[in-house]
């Protein structure tokens, strides 16, 4: 069963989704002030989002929906291929461990 989130049908749809990549970094969360509401008085009514800048990093930071740009299909074709190259190779690092501890026998 997928996790799903419920939107009120009177709130407008988030333009970012949840692990979206921005330039920014990754969205981790979000919330919205709705009109009318203190909150929204203070700091505009609107969707404002979590964002982590990389994945090795504790910092958060809180922005508006104005305030992120999405990566270009070419920035995030980038991205994901890296990730994918890097995690490889720590594939390749594991397995030859692995082969070291077995004595070279493995299942695979």
């Not at 990549?21 to 009318?36: A, W």
């Not at 203190?38 to 809180?62: C, I």
């Not at 920035?75 to 082969?99: D, G, P």
């Amino acid at each position: 069963m997928q996790p799903t989130i419920s939107i009120p049908q009177h709130w407008p749809y988030p333009r970012f989704n949840l692990e979206q990549r921005t330039q920014q970094g990754i969205i981790l969360g979000l919330y919205y002030y709705p009109s009318g509401t203190e909150l929204a008085e203070q700091f505009d009514a609107g969707w404002r989002y979590v964002l982590m800048p990389n994945k090795n990093s504790d910092e958060t930071s809180y922005l508006q929906e104005g305030q992120i740009q999405p990566l270009t299909p070419e920035e995030l074709f980038s991205e994901i291929t890296a990730e994918i190259e890097f995690y490889q190779q720590q594939i390749s690092i594991l397995q030859q461990q692995l082969a070291v501890l077995t004595g070279g026998f493995t299942n695979a």
